[in-house]
């Protein structure tokens, strides 16, 4: 009771600090996925402000005349290149540039600095392709001759019957520093989920969910992200995210949609931020649980003392009527103890006149056996005396001494069951130890009705055991199958001797009515039988497992009620040659 009392305000703690954690945590995420989808809303916005700065550039520079006089007169370039980095300086645009129908640049912003666009083959790029089919285009990627990433947009450009792309790049990184200056965890995935800006440097050049490799062998072919590893890179979510919910390594994100572009935004916040809280309020549960559960306890003490107080009469009296029943119980007890006593006795006495009776057959058996070797002799000689002419006496004295014989086979073998055998183990075969054994039942047999089917190999099996105490085991096995089998019609019996794993195994099993459940563990108790007529005295399978235990054996049994019961003896096998040597 003292420590059920102990654990069950600990109990109520922890269950409270749980509810309270759980109430919390979603409290508090639900409050960090507002925060976040209201700096997503406005990031948002910043990102297609800052693009829109530049959607129309394109546009309005390519109706420029000298733009136009560039796609068809090489003398016009030159106008070209100062009025493209005019341009590019009052917009605020990182670089413009002119591409003619094959790809090539001939003008641009940059024309008369390190790393200069003209001249350099852009058909590869989404942005030229896209302008010439469609007429504008747009993509992200890292610049290839200056290695500056940047956002293109594209429109395309016709004069006569030249035509040609006009490019302006926005450098977006602006937006990157800002976020970094401020520690805001944000970062700008393209359409196929790679991130290109970001807040944190662990994010950039990474992608949201493991790319397919059409996505991937794309971005290489555009060489959208050149000098980046995107085979290699890791993935920051272990799956292509599903909703505006995102969780990653120590971080909870959420995710939107920049309409005019397909990218992807995410905002993040530690983890820390929700699970901080939480368990600050799951502490201040669980120390709230434990006053109040301190307090209960208390009020229950003195309601138990009062209790107490009132009802001691009342127990003493239980107490009184409890020590009777168990002087009832004990009286009882006794009485049962009595009656299993004198049921013992009662079994020593038969066994002690079977016992008698077992030295009296043996003296009969002694007896008998010189008369029937001299009737056999005087059966002998008169069969030798017959005249040859007389053809109906001579098989009839044959039968008689067949008879005579197997009298005393049937004696021999009873004067070799019922003699004491010495105590030292020898170097036996199981197979003639069988055989005897089977012969001494079958009278028994042949009254029941089932002769007993005998299974065993070739060869011998060797055991160190008494022959004479062997017999008497396979004995008992045999006499309790035969037993079980009477009165079932078509029950079987079946004694299989073989070896198996360094064993020698003996088993007896019969078709009969099995032994129940409940019964099975007791088989083996001395006096105990299954037999309601009072045949039996209950010895067999206990003699039989004492008898193996000496032998260094075991006696094993399973029976399934209905089905039958199959009784199995294991030995351990003996080396004649070894055992020879020794």
Do not use: C
């Not at 890292?142 to 006569?160: A, E, H």
């Not at 019957?161 to 302006?168: K, P, S, Y």
């Not at 572009?261 to 809280?277: H, K, Q, S, Y």
Request: aromatic share 4%; proline share 5%.
């Amino acid at each position: 009771m003292t420590r059920r009392s102990t654990l069950l305000p600990i109990l109520a703690a922890l269950i409270a600090g749980l509810l309270a954690w759980l109430i919390a945590d979603r409290w508090a995420t639900t409050s960090l996925h507002e925060g976040l989808d209201r700096s997503l809303l406005l990031t948002a916005r910043a990102v297609d402000a800052e693009i829109d700065r530049f959607r129309a550039l394109p546009d309005v520079a390519s109706e420029d005349a000298r733009i136009l006089a560039a796609l068809t007169d090489p003398g016009a370039l030159d106008a070209a290149n100062r009025y493209l980095e005019n341009i590019a300086v009052h917009a605020g645009a990182s670089d413009l540039f002119l591409i003619n129908a094959t790809g090539q640049t001939i003008a641009a912003s940059n024309w008369n600095r390190p790393g200069s666009f003209v001249g350099e083959d852009y058909s590869f790029r989404p942005y030229f392709t896209q302008a010439a089919e469609t007429g504008h285009g747009q993509f992200y990627a890292i610049g290839v001759t200056t290695g500056v990433p940047g956002y293109f947009l594209s429109t395309r450009v016709t004069s006569g019957n030249q035509t040609g792309v006009l490019v302006v790049k926005v450098d977006l990184r602006p937006l990157q520093a800002t976020w970094r200056s401020a520690g805001v965890q944000m970062a700008l995935a393209d359409a196929d989920g790679m991130v290109f800006l970001s807040g944190r440097e662990d994010w950039l050049y990474r992608p949201l969910a493991p790319l397919g490799a059409d996505v991937t062998e794309r971005l290489i072919a555009t060489r959208a992200y050149d000098g980046v590893d995107l085979q290699g890179a890791t993935p920051l979510l272990p799956r292509a995210p599903l909703g505006a919910d995102a969780t990653g390594t120590g971080w909870i994100g959420r995710l939107t949609t920049v309409e005019r572009t397909g990218w992807r935004l995410i905002a993040a916040r530690p983890t820390a931020d929700v699970t901080g809280p939480a368990t600050v309020w799951a502490l201040i549960a669980a120390v709230l649980a434990l006053a109040a559960a301190a307090g209960l306890k208390s009020w229950e003490q003195r309601r138990q003392l009062i209790a107490l107080r009132l009802s001691q009469s009342e127990r003493l009296e239980a107490m009184v009527t409890t020590r009777t029943a168990d002087l009832a119980r004990e009286v009882d007890a006794r009485r049962q103890a009595e009656t299993d006593l004198r049921a013992a006795q009662e079994h020593l006495i038969h066994a002690e006149k079977m016992a008698a009776l077992g030295r009296m057959s043996t003296a009969i058996v002694h007896e008998i056996s010189q008369p029937l070797a001299a009737m056999e002799a005087t059966l002998a000689a008169a069969e030798i005396g017959l005249h040859t002419s007389d053809t109906t006496t001579a098989p009839r004295l044959a039968t008689a001494r067949g008879l005579i014989r197997r009298m005393q086979r049937t004696t021999k073998h009873l004067k070799s069951f019922g003699r004491k055998e010495a105590g030292e183990l020898k170097l036996i075969d199981l197979s003639p130890v069988i055989t005897s054994a089977l012969e001494l039942i079958t009278p028994r047999a042949r009254a029941v009705g089932v002769i007993p089917v005998v299974l065993q190999g070739d060869g011998p099996v060797f055991v160190m055991a008494g022959a004479v105490r062997m017999e008497q085991v396979a004995v008992n096995l045999i006499l309790n199958a035969l037993d079980a089998a009477e009165g079932h019609p078509g029950a079987t019996i079946t004694v299989t001797l073989g070896t198996a794993r360094g064993q020698a195994q003996l088993t007896v099993t019969d078709t009969g009515p099995g032994i129940a459940a409940d019964v099975l563990p007791r088989v083996t108790e001395p006096f105990f039988s299954t037999r309601t007529t009072g045949e039996g005295l209950g010895l067999g399978l206990a003699i039989s497992k004492a008898i193996l235990s000496e032998f260094g054996g075991h006696l094993g049994i399973e029976s399934t009620p209905g089905h039958g019961t199959t009784v199995a003896v294991t030995l351990p096998l003996a080396e004649p040659a070894r055992e020879a040597a020794e």
